[in-house]
């Protein structure tokens, strides 16, 4: 943004339209606004923050009363301040009136050969340039904010100072990314809640999947059990062998006998079963089919009987009949007549080669499940006579097993009673393990069972599922791109504080004469520090001279990146530097020490400076750079008297800022160069 | 992505370092992609486009590249 021209109309003490042209030079780059206190800088650098903002600094007296008081006694009820103005190349118009107290009103036009053409939503356009929340640091007042930053922090100072820096469109983005996410996720959540049965059925599966691991501890405990059992029942059957009793170590030894052979048999008796299983699952299809292959041949036989199967006529003959359109009898046989389409549909049921094929195979495939329905029976009743001989063994084995076993136990020596009670217990406590084992395995396969019906319910819910997934993939891709950001901004604003530091710390090297560095926090508040970290009270001057050299560095820095590419943060911007009164606080060393680095820094300066600012060392300093000069004169309706006239020598020619016994009582201006 | 997966993507990592890059410059990719739509309605005229019509802009933005990356 470079300010062109400014128009006041009726402003406060500025009575009809008063002009300045400002210096738009890039080697002249400064205008200068000669006035004597009272006469009116602090109103044309208000008349600027009205115009772009509607605010006024905080010192500047009676903010109501805005139009000119010499105006309103000839009749003129409003006021207006135009202000002209470059940005990126086009030229803009900003036009605020205020009619009697109402609100008053700002328009902004760009100007396109003398066209003007109404630009929409000018506060946010104006603000887009330069943030609102930066304004008194570029339109500058400096005997009103001497002390602005240890007052100025926070997050709204720092967020003015991130627009200017060009993260507008990056965090918005963000802000973006951000709701676009929450739509997501509420997208996500409607879904789930939809999904009420799937989120039901995977969390019964993660109990079930619990249950299962519990269960299958609990098996593994319970066969641990019995292993312990059988170890202990084991060392007893040993003892028992080697005891002192000879006749409990012979009958130990036949019971060892009826034990092994008892396992044999049990071992025979499944595979038997297993046979018999087999073996019904080999013919079982013909215990079924036995019944309908029975009754298949009664009826072909019955129907051959009876010369019905097959047909007794040929479906050669018949073919020739329709051929020769002569029937049996003699008769014609004429198309379209009854008769013909009886003897037609005569071809369907004739007896043909086919028909004798399948009825071939019909007698076989019923006479062979006839004749291996008996081969089952025979088999069958082998195995069944195996296994009843089997059983008829074991019932032995079993009734010998015990007589011995009785037989020991009453053996009436006290090492084998001792032995005998303590096997008792073994086979108790092992006999209970294996119930449980059972119980146990039973509830697991149960357990499996149901987390397969739950897999398939859930698989069901695949077509939610699928939802789900993409909205999770869209969220980590949404907070993905969010956190990049948010990275990359960090790391400018980062880089562009150690820049407007290090910019600081060369005017501070440069101009103070004390050993400080600038140090910039979190929220842009830079802070005066000692060379072993300790902050220092800054002089009303030091702050103003530090405050001078942020805002120049800021503008220096934002200038710079005016060519930026603009990838990622908004390109920068040429902003001017209005400043009023700005040497009051500095002595005559920083005094010419801000007005050399200023003008270097800014592309365009603007100085509202009185004679005290000014003369000697300032305008030594500055001379060469003023593109634009004026002077602010005050026209009074007074006699002057004893009163001075505020008289001003440039460049040797004198100009007088005071004149008395006038008509109008207000402020004009004269340019001088 | 399950345990032998995310150890897949790992072992393609360690071979071919070149894959992060990639994955980099996508993203870098999509959220220039991104500030480009913001420029275009925040800056595209004088006048700004609708804050709901830039959001969605930016979803269909987003929902496509993915759709492209699955395809």
């Known amino acids: 943004m470079l300010l062109e021209k400014l128009k006041l109309v009726n402003f406060r003490q500025f009575y009809n339209e008063t002009e300045i042209e400002f210096s738009t030079d890039p080697q002249k780059n400064i205008t200068l606004i000669h006035g004597e206190n009272g006469v009116g800088k602090t109103t044309i650098l208000n008349s600027i923050l009205w115009c772009l903002y509607e605010k006024l600094t905080h010192d500047f007296e009676q903010q109501k009363e805005l139009i000119c008081i010499q105006a309103i006694k000839d009749g003129v009820k409003s006021c207006r301040v135009e202000l002209s103005f470059q940005y990126e190349e086009k030229h803009y118009l900003a036009q605020r009136s205020l009619h009697n107290s109402n609100q008053s009103l700002l328009k902004l036009f760009e100007i396109n050969n003398s066209n003007y053409k109404d630009v929409p939503n ?6 887009n340039i330069l943030p609102s929340d930066m304004a008194e640091y570029f339109f500058f007042h400096g005997e009103g904010v001497s002390n602005i930053n240890a007052t100025k922090s926070g997050e709204k100072f720092r967020r003015a100072i991130r627009d200017i820096l060009g993260f507008r469109l990056a965090e918005t983005a963000i802000k973006d990314l951000k709701e676009i996410n929450a739509v997501w996720t509420k997208a996500l959540n409607e879904l789930t809640n939809l999904n009420y049965e799937q989120n039901e059925l995977v969390k019964k599966k993660s109990i079930y999947e619990g249950k299962k691991i519990g269960l299958l501890e609990k098996l593994r405990t319970f066969k641990e059990e019995k292993e312990d059992h059988e170890t202990n029942l084991n060392e007893v059957l040993e003892k028992l062998r080697q005891c002192s009793s000879v006749d409990a170590r012979k009958l130990q030894k036949e019971i060892d006998d009826l034990v092994a052979k008892n396992s044999k048999l049990d071992t025979s008796i499944n ?4 046979d018999r299983q087999n073996l019904i699952k080999k013919y079982g299809w013909i215990i079924f089919g036995q019944k309908l292959a029975n009754e298949a041949l009664d009826f072909i036989d019955e129907q051959s009987l009876k010369a019905k199967l097959p047909a007794p006529y040929d479906a050669s003959l018949v073919n020739d009949l329709i051929e020769q359109q002569k029937c049996i009898c003699g008769r014609e046989l004429k198309r379209g007549t009854r008769e013909f389409e009886n003897v037609t549909n005569l071809i369907d049921k004739a007896d043909n080669a086919v028909i004798r094929s399948k009825l071939s195979k019909a007698r076989s495939a019923g006479s062979n499940i006839k004749s291996r329905f008996s081969d089952f029976l025979v088999e069958l ?11 008829d063994d074991k019932r032995d084995v079993v009734i010998a097993l015990e007589t011995k076993q009785s ?12 032995l005998e009670s303590r096997k008792k217990l073994c086979n108790e406590a092992r006999s209970k393990a294996e119930q449980n084992i059972g119980a146990y395995k039973r509830s697991i396969e149960q357990c499996d069972k149901d987390l397969i019906d739950i897999d398939l319910k859930l698989k069901r819910c695949g077509a939610q599922d699928t939802r789900i997934n993409k909205l999770t993939q869209y969220q980590d891709y949404a907070s993905n791109l ?16 150690l820049i407007i530091a290090q910019n600081v710390n060369k005017t501070l090297q440069d101009f103070s004469r004390k050993d400080f560095y600038v140090k910039v926090d979190e929220d842009f508040g830079f802070h005066l520090i000692r060379e072993n970290g300790q902050k220092v009270a800054k002089s009303k001057g030091e702050n103003l001279l530090l405050n001078l050299s942020f805002v120049s560095a800021l503008i220096e820095f934002a200038q710079m990146r005016s060519s930026a590419s603009g990838d ?9 530097f209005v400043i009023d009164a700005p040497f009051g606080e500095l002595d005559n060393t920083y005094k010419k020490a801000s007005a050399e680095f200023l003008p270097k820094r800014s592309r365009q300066l603007i100085f509202l400076l009185s004679s005290s600012h000014w003369e ?11 593109g634009s000069e004026y002077i602010l004169i005050s026209s009074k309706n007074s006699v002057q008297g004893e009163k001075p006239s505020d008289k001003l020598t440039i460049n040797g020619i004198e100009f007088i800022q005071s004149l008395y016994s006038q008509e109008k009582e207000a402020t004009f201006i004269k340019r001088v160069k | 992505m399950d345990f032998k997966e995310i150890m897949e993507t790992l072992n393609d990592i360690k071979k071919h370092p070149e894959i992060i890059d990639e994955l980099d410059s996508e993203m870098d990719k999509a959220l220039k992609d991104i500030i480009k739509i913001e420029r275009r309605h925040l800056y595209g005229g004088l006048d700004s486009t609708s804050v709901a019509t830039r959001r969605k802009t930016i979803q269909t933005y987003l929902e496509d590249t993915l759709k492209n990356r699955e395809s």
Request: aromatic fraction near 4%; proline fraction near 4%.
């Open chain 1, 407 to 418: 037989e020991l136990k009453d053996i009436p020596v006290e090492e084998v009673q001792k």
């Open chain 1, 482 to 497: 969010i956190k990049l950001c948010e990275k990359n901004l960090n790391q400018y604003e980062k880089d562009s504080k």
């Open chain 1, 271 to 274: 595979r038997a079963r297993m």
């Open chain 1, 122 to 127: 000018p506060t946010a356009f104006v603000n």
């Open chain 1, 381 to 391: 009743q082998k195995v069944e006579e195996n296994l009843q001989e089997l059983d």
């Open chain 1, 568 to 576: 990622f943060l908004v390109s920068g911007t040429t902003a001017p």
């Open chain 1, 616 to 626: 000697g060392t300032v305008d030594e300093a500055i001379r060469d750079k003023i």
